[in-house]
Nanobody, 118 residues
Framework: QVQLQESGGGSVQAGGSLRLSCVAS????????MGWFRQAPGKEREGVAS???????HYADSVKGRFIISQDNAKNILYLQMNSLKPEDTAMYYC????????????WGQGTQVTVSS
């Protein structure tokens, strides 16, 4: 059973940084694509950053140059380094794992809240 546990969220001022972590368990980590999504109040969940089946990273245009996704395959941990944070980055951030790597029906973590004040 896939289990994903996020941590690292919090409240920061604009321009600050946070590092999110997602510990994965219950499955063969390397057999799934991993990614980060977020959902702001009143908005749909959107992709932030993810790895494809080749291990290449992809980013939403809104976070390119500011966020970095990485993973430690030995420890089954996914990271999201978020720099130069903006108020519009405020959202619940979710870790996701997808065996099909198409993000149609991934497994989700519970989420971690990120709040950026101006």
């Amino acid at each position: 059973q896939v289990q994903l546990q996020e941590s690292g969220g919090g409240s920061v001022q604009a321009g600050g940084s946070l590092r999110l972590s997602c510990v994965a368990s219950g499955y063969t980590y390397r057999s799934y694509c991993m990614g980060w999504f977020r959902q702001a109040p009143g908005k749909e969940r959107e992709g932030v950053a993810s790895f494809d089946s080749d291990g290449d990273a992809h980013y939403a245009d809104s976070v390119k140059g500011r966020f970095i996704i990485s993973q430690d395959n030995a420890k089954n941990i996914l990271y999201l380094q978020m720099n130069s944070l903006k108020p519009e980055d405020t959202a619940m951030y979710y870790c996701a794992a997808d065996s099909a790597c198409n993000w149609y029906s991934p497994k989700w973590g519970q989420g971690t809240q990120v709040t950026v004040s101006s």
